[in-house]
């Protein structure tokens, strides 16, 4: 049993270098496949190495007008009316603002104009109202607003939404984005990758009109609600619509087309005059946050809209209109801060085009995180395996830090995000791995006992003995157990078909199986007598409801043999069947044999009994015999078919035998086994003419059977020669 430390240390070897390569290949599927919860830590990761450090804005146009807490509380609660809002694009206008992009949206006609003040209060209150003094251009707030809108370089926000919601209006003048395509004839259509807006939440159709152009402010946050990426068009009614951001810093920058590439995958980039920004195959962009709200100027809206402001820091710059107030709920999380404003996205993203200041995650980008998972796997492996644990640790360690300090290089340097979480999860799950497996080989001395005698033994017999040495002696115990012996049908005649290999592979792939459902049905191997099988239930340990976790093993080990068949009919060209006796009752059973050598096993007449079952299904033609003390002791939690009372050969008390069901077999047969039933009374009340008529008639109505040619012969017998009046219908076998 000993095993030589050289061949034990090649072995461990073997099993370390296996073990780190197959890990690399799990951790190869895993990047394939890509599940939720690695996104998410890789998003982590992209967040972690954004967030490393602030940075001020690369430049020094945008600028944010507030609607803010103190604007709410100065000038009331939003919306406000429309002539105030022209007022303040007014002001902006005229303090020389190259564009301002309004993250705000006005769809529907402002309530509070005048004429419609007069038309509401006359329809629900019956009240005629005028305005002394006010001038007819002031009597609608909406065609104020349209008019400033018509002066200068606004645009107007609007909404996209992925869902049905039927708040498209019947008149859209949202003027789409001039995007001219570059494409090569594999390439992608706009429609086949772009997100597709389901329905757009339209401007007011009068401001629309007057607006120099429009942008939505629709954004998409990742999985864990936190805005990375952002949408720059959208396709909707095979049109292209830009973002907010987009149309805003055209119209400041006097852009009158962008130009998209696409490729085969997709989107690649948008050229906007001289820059060129880098998308996914979405058509999203990275936003470079430069850090938590305020990385860009603010100003109120109330400081401005009541001259408090200094209107010379808005000259050329970009501006966008937007809310810091919590109350109106245009918050977004970003890598920076769970609650930041978002018309500062729009802010970062014209700050990161104007200055060229990109993220991106190229397409080759899974190519080298692939490959470097793989040299990491590699790698790894080979010092586990062949490194001791002093010399292994320091390179590790090492080799973590250079992924760290790569990725952040090749992050902060070529604004590329190669992900290391892959090589960081082959280098984690291989170390783990082998770190078990050294502990397991210490482990293992301790265990070698159990192991050496795992092939004589039951696994709870070896525990016994460990957790108490003193029991192993050659006394035992009487108890009482369920006894189980199977046996193959004409395994000699089937063997001389096959060669002595072959009948050691069928052993080996039939006893096998078998073997695994005892045990797991909480049974005990006693022993393999060639091809047949002893095993036993409630020793050396108690098994609650022994019997029935025995017969339900049995059952289970017919159907797995089918199983077993379909493999043996192409491997050998025959299939194999079994006979079961299962019995319970009370046996001796311990440590049997010799002072030098024994056995852990039982012995008593209910052990003979069960082999004597065994041997009677074929004489039955059933496939499982068990006696009446399985059947009183699983009750109906099974269907027991009573096949005879007999004298088994060396007993005198006549026993019960039944062959076993389940309900859904039993149902299958209903009709038969009634049959069988009456023709059974008939034989035990002695009326044997009728009852071997029974027997024919079963035979010639359900197919010749064993059983029924056995009974139809035993009556002709016994008319022939009739018992005496004492007959008990107890048959007395004469052979085993």
Request: proline share 5%; net charge neutral; glycine share 8%.
């Amino acid at each position: 049993m000993s095993v030589k430390p050289k061949k034990r240390f090649k072995t461990d070897k073997l099993i370390i270098l296996a073990s780190g390569l197959a890990c690399t290949c799990i951790m190869a599927l895993l990047f394939v496949f890509r599940p939720p919860v690695l996104n998410f830590l890789d998003s982590k990761i992209y967040d972690v190495l954004l967030t490393r450090g602030t940075h001020k804005a690369a430049t020094n146009l945008p600028l944010i007008v507030d609607i803010d807490e103190k604007s709410l509380a100065e000038y009331g609660q939003w919306p406000w009316p429309r002539y105030r809002v022209a007022l303040l694009l007014a002001k902006l206008h005229s303090a020389g603002a190259l564009a301002v992009g309004l993250d705000v949206l006005f769809a529907e006609p402002d309530r509070t104009s005048p004429a419609i003040l007069r038309e509401q209060l006359k329809k629900e209150l019956q009240v005629d109202v005028s305005f002394q003094g006010l001038p007819p251009q002031l009597e609608d707030n909406d065609q104020v607003l349209a008019g400033v809108l018509a002066s200068g370089p606004f645009v107007l926000g609007f909404n996209f939404t992925h869902s049905s919601t039927g708040a498209t209006g019947t008149e859209c003048d949202v003027k789409p984005a001039r995007v001219a395509l570059l494409s090569g004839p594999d390439a992608l259509k706009p429609e086949q990758c772009l997100h597709q807006a389901r329905e757009m939440i339209c401007p007011y159709p009068l401001l629309a009109q007057a607006a120099s152009a429009c942008g939505f402010f629709t954004t998409v946050s990742d999985r864990d609600g936190t805005l990375r990426r952002v949408p720059l068009l959208v396709s909707w009614n095979g049109r292209l619509y830009p973002s907010l951001a987009l149309a805003t810093l055209m119209q400041a920058a006097g852009i009158k087309n962008a130009v998209l590439k696409l490729g085969p995958s997709g989107a690649e980039s948008l050229r906007v005059g001289q820059a060129v920004v880098p998308l996914n195959s979405l058509g999203e962009m990275l936003v470079r946050y430069q850090g938590g709200a305020g990385a860009f100027p603010y100003l109120s809206a109330a400081d401005i809209l009541s001259d408090r402001a200094d209107l010379g820091q808005l000259k050329d710059k970009i501006v966008f209109i937007g809310t810091s107030a919590a109350g109106l709920k245009d918050l977004r999380s970003t890598p920076f801060d769970p609650v930041y404003p978002g018309v500062e996205t729009h802010a970062t993203i014209v700050d990161n085009i104007l200055s060229k200041d990109f993220l991106s995650i190229p397409d080759w980008a899974p190519g080298v995180e692939f490959l470097s998972m793989v040299l990491v796997g590699v790698l790894t492996t080979l010092l586990l395996t062949w490194a001791r644990a002093v010399w292994f640790t320091i390179p590790l360690a090492a080799l973590a830090v250079g992924l760290w300090l790569g990725a952040i290089h090749v992050f902060d340097n070529l604004r590329l995000y190669i992900s290391p979480l892959f090589s960081y999860l082959a280098l984690a799950a291989n170390f783990g791995l082998i770190t078990a497996f050294k502990f397991w080989r210490e482990e293992r001395a301790k265990k070698f006992i159990h192991g050496a005698f795992s092939h004589y033994l039951a696994p709870a017999v070896i525990s016994r003995i460990m957790d108490n040495p003193d029991a192993l002696t050659l006394e035992g115990e009487e108890k009482e157990v369920t006894v189980l012996f199977s046996d193959v049908r004409g395994f000699t005649s089937l063997s001389e078909k096959l060669t002595p290999t072959q009948v050691t592979e069928l052993l080996h792939a039939y006893l096998t199986p078998m073997t695994r459902l005892i045990t797991e049905n909480s049974g005990t191997l006693d022993k393999f007598i060639g091809d047949a099988i002893m095993a036993f239930w409630n020793a050396p340990l108690d098994v609650p409801d022994h019997q029935f976790r025995a017969l339900s093993a049995a059952l289970v080990m017919f159907d797995r043999l089918e199983e077993l068949n379909r493999e043996f009919e192409r491997t050998y060209g025959f299939g194999i069947q079994i006979g079961v006796g299962l019995h319970s009752g009370r046996v001796r059973v311990g440590n049997m044999g010799s002072a030098d050598l024994f056995d852990y096993t039982l012995i008593g007449d209910n052990v003979n009994l069960t082999s004597r079952l065994e041997s009677l299904t074929k004489y039955y033609g059933q496939r499982i015999l068990v006696s009446d003390a399985i059947r009183e002791a699983c009750g109906e939690r099974f269907i027991f078919i009573e096949m005879d009372r007999v004298r088994v050969k060396g007993k005198t008390e006549p026993v019960t035998l039944y062959t076993v069901h389940t309900k859904s077999q039993a149902e299958a047969q209903a009709e038969e086994l009634d049959a069988y039933g009456r023709a059974l009374s008939l034989y035990q009340a002695a009326r044997f003419d009728e009852a071997g008529n029974s027997f024919k008639e079963c035979s010639s109505r359900f197919g010749e059977k064993i059983l029924y040619s056995m009974y139809a012969e035993r009556c002709e017998a016994l008319q022939a020669q009739p018992p005496g009046p004492d007959w008990d219908g107890v048959y007395t076998h004469k052979t085993k």
